[in-house]
């Protein structure tokens, strides 16, 4: 029997079944070792030894690596077979070193859809682990627990806040320069002219363009009355020119594109993006077969194979439109930070139809798949053609013009066109030099608009641009902000919150190369030289590593901590003024005496709300209220006197009835209950036949329950 070892164990399943049964295939689900929180700093990095880091097994993969460990003994080959990208090459190396595999001998299997033909080739020609991708992540997760460990606990110190971060820190101040413009943007005004021809028997719509042959803003209503007395009554149609334009498809997604394009569509958030595009990948039963529809979800690639295009792609776009609407395979120039190790992501299969595969989808599934789908074939058919018209109308030495767009040829709009915006708009029939009546004069007072607030869309696009993080790095960096409570999220539309703008002023008062996006993507660059074998590891880290230490040295002697806001009260124990102050867990008031003095006010309890009910046991108000976990329930106001629960006489009817063989003995809280064995969700215990009147419990050992 051969082991071979995936992340995810959603794929276990089907590529077990490719497989057949002389393979057993498990999954690590992840990374199984991480760095430790030993040595200085808990950095857990021996930086006096070429920086050497020190890497445990994480707590809650410990029963994975049993698994693994054990299975691996048994097997006669083990065969590594993680995610095609630095992550996956990582996890690679660190399950050969805990397996104690050979890395020079073991094999490391790719495929970048799971398909059977994709898991043949991968077992006909595995490769072996690439130590230069393994150095390349190695060292962005140092730079990474470096800078976090460092910043974060100087900002938790001095003000605060939660965490700082390599890529976080940055994405953030993208966010917070947005919010800075808008507030400090002043609205300008500004007026639009239209007019309304009579053309036959339908109206035309011109806009004014010129004015005595110039292009001109008009910015006050004392300026727009003086163009519209120029207006005569009329309006002569100066000229008429057609030109027929081609439009090249959009290219096939990447992460980021993906990303972008379905929170456009259909308000997904990015995190949300990648959870659906995972499913697809990782695979589903589709008529009988268990098969991946979409190929490897992070890459920042557009490229297609020429297989695919071959195989499918021109196959189906002959069949079902047409030779006419066969195109090219396409290909960009990517930015200088992109990684072309993947195809762009698409299909596995054309046969696997959108239409076809919904039944097997969820609703949001089935749309992302249709959106993925339509896009790449999309990108592989011809251009689609269209005519412009423009018509320019003159009277009194002002220009006024309408535009006009025919469709020619749909192209690949024949399977795209869902997803593009119709801007079609036919002119009515005119001649040269004719004469066109005015129906209406329509002057407008506008103001110009502040620039709008980032969308997760947008952030995504900015990251892309500016080369902070990479396609598996996006949506998390998001949902980091969202959960340190630097940002809110409100539609996808992002806003910074207070801590968010001040943890950014600080980070750009003492730390501005570090929330400078150039920072974050050279150091980007230095991960992808170590990738391509031009840069060492050591190298890299020297160069980082002291220049970001004597900086911090400097910045943590200067910088003061934050004073705490007084609440203009006095502590009740030693007199001394009260304060807001901020922990990770966020804001509370506690005594500025401290640690002299330990007093933290508890915040009041809101009242409870009554139900208008009474208690059946004692006659008091029952009021509702909620129990540890945030659920609300009913119960009496007389309490602790009093522990009537409404809804308890229904449990009670649910409960077990327990004879006298189920006693195992007395209660000796109640005294007039025993204790029966009951079942709990996670374990076994004691408890008494009078719950819930009576809550005593016992906690079974192993020789207990025996």
């Not at 919904?358 to 249709?370: H, I, N």
């Not at 002299?596 to 029952?622: F, N, S």
């Not at 009913?634 to 077990?656: F, L, M, R, W």
Request: net charge positive; with cysteine.
């Amino acid at each position: 029997m051969k082991l071979v070892i995936v992340e995810s164990p959603h794929k276990c399943d089907t590529i077990g079944r490719y497989l057949g049964s002389d393979y057993k295939v498990m999954a690590s689900q992840g990374h199984i070792r991480d760095l430790s929180t030993k040595g200085p700093g808990g950095l857990g990095i021996d930086v006096k030894n070429g920086f050497k880091p020190d890497f445990v097994i994480t707590s809650t993969k410990r029963p994975i690596v049993r698994e693994l460990t054990s299975a691996a003994k048994k097997a006669d080959e083990v065969i590594l077979a993680t995610d095609p990208d630095r992550e996956g090459e990582a996890i690679s190396w660190h399950l050969a070193q805990v397996l104690g595999l050979d890395v020079a001998t073991t094999k490391r299997w790719q495929f970048h859809e799971i398909t059977k033909p994709a898991i043949e080739e991968a077992l006909e020609n595995p490769k072996r682990i690439d130590m230069n991708l393994v150095n390349s992540q190695e060292t962005r997760r140092m730079y990474d627990r470096i800078i976090g460990f460092k910043l974060s606990s100087l900002l938790q110190r001095k003000m605060g806040s939660k965490s700082a971060g390599r890529v976080q820190s940055v994405t953030l101040r993208m966010i917070c320069d947005n919010d800075e413009e808008i507030k400090a943007f002043k609205p300008e005004e500004y007026w639009t002219i239209d007019a309304e021809l009579v053309v036959g028997d339908k109206e035309l719509k011109v806009s004014l363009d010129k004015i005595d042959g110039k292009t001109i803003s008009i910015h006050s209503k004392a300026e727009a009355d003086a163009v519209v007395a120029r207006i005569g009554k009329d309006m002569k149609l100066a000229s008429v020119k057609s030109v027929e334009r081609h439009v090249s498809s959009k290219l096939p997604f990447t992460t980021s594109t993906m990303q972008q394009e379905a929170y456009n569509r259909f308000k997904f958030s990015t995190s949300r993006t990648q959870s659906i595009a995972q499913t697809l990948y990782e695979g589903m039963e589709v008529e009988g077969e268990h098969v991946g529809l979409i190929t490897y979800m992070r890459t920042d690639s557009t490229r297609l194979s020429a297989d695919f295009f071959m195989k499918h792609a021109k196959p189906f776009i002959l069949d079902n439109f047409g030779p006419e609407y066969l195109g090219r395979v396409k290909s960009a120039k990517n930015a200088a930070s992109a990684q072309d190790a993947h195809e762009a992501i698409r299909p596995t299969g054309t046969h696997r139809t959108p239409k076809m595969v919904a039944r097997y989808l969820t609703p949001d599934a089935a749309k992302l798949y249709r959106l993925i789908y339509d896009r790449a074939m999309a990108s592989l058919m011809s251009d689609k053609i269209e005519r412009d018209t423009v018509a320019l109308f003159s009277t009194n030495g002002l220009t006024f013009k309408a535009t006009g767009v025919q469709m020619v040829f749909k192209g690949y709009e024949a399977i795209y066109g869902d997803f593009e915006d119709d801007d079609t708009k036919l002119l009515p029939p005119l001649e040269e030099q004719a004469v066109y009546g005015i129906g209406k004069l329509l002057p407008e007072q506008k103001f110009t608009k502040a620039p709008a607030r980032f969308t997760e869309a947008k952030v995504v696009k900015l990251m892309e641009e500016k080369g902070v993080g990479r396609p598996s790095t996006y949506a998390s960096t998001i949902k980091t902000l969202l959960t340190r409570g630097y940002v809110t999220s409100k539609g996808g539309v992002l806003t910074p919150t207070e801590s968010g703008t001040r943890t950014t002023l600080v980070l750009k008062k003492y730390f501005p190369e570090l929330v400078n996006a150039e920072y974050t993507a050279n150091m980007e660059k230095k991960l992808d030289e170590i990738e391509d074998g031009k840069e060492r590891q050591i190298d890299a880290m020297n160069d980082f590593y002291g220049p970001f230490m004597s900086k911090f040295t400097e910045v943590a002697e200067k910088m003061y901590k934050d004073p705490a806001q007084e609440t203009g009260e006095l502590c009740p124990k030693c007199g001394s003024p009260l304060v807001i102050k901020k922990s990770r867990y966020g804001s509370f008031v506690a005594c500025s005496n401290y640690p002299k003095c330990d007093y933290i006010q508890k915040k009041p309890k809101a009242p409870a709300k009554e139900t208008g009910e009474m208690c059946p046991v004692c006659g008091r108000p029952l009021v509702e209220r909620k129990d540890r976990r945030g659920r609300t329930f009913v119960g009496c106001s007389g309490y602790p006197k009093c522990n009537y629960i409404k809804g308890a006489e229904d449990h009670q009817a649910k409960t077990p009835k327990y004879t006298e063989k189920d006693w195992v003995k007395p209660c000796p809280s109640c005294h007039d209950g025993h204790l029966v064995l009951k079942h709990g969700r996670k374990v076994d215990f004691l408890g008494c036949t009078n719950y819930p009147k009576c809550h005593y419990h016992e906690w079974l050992t192993k020789k207990g329950k025996k």
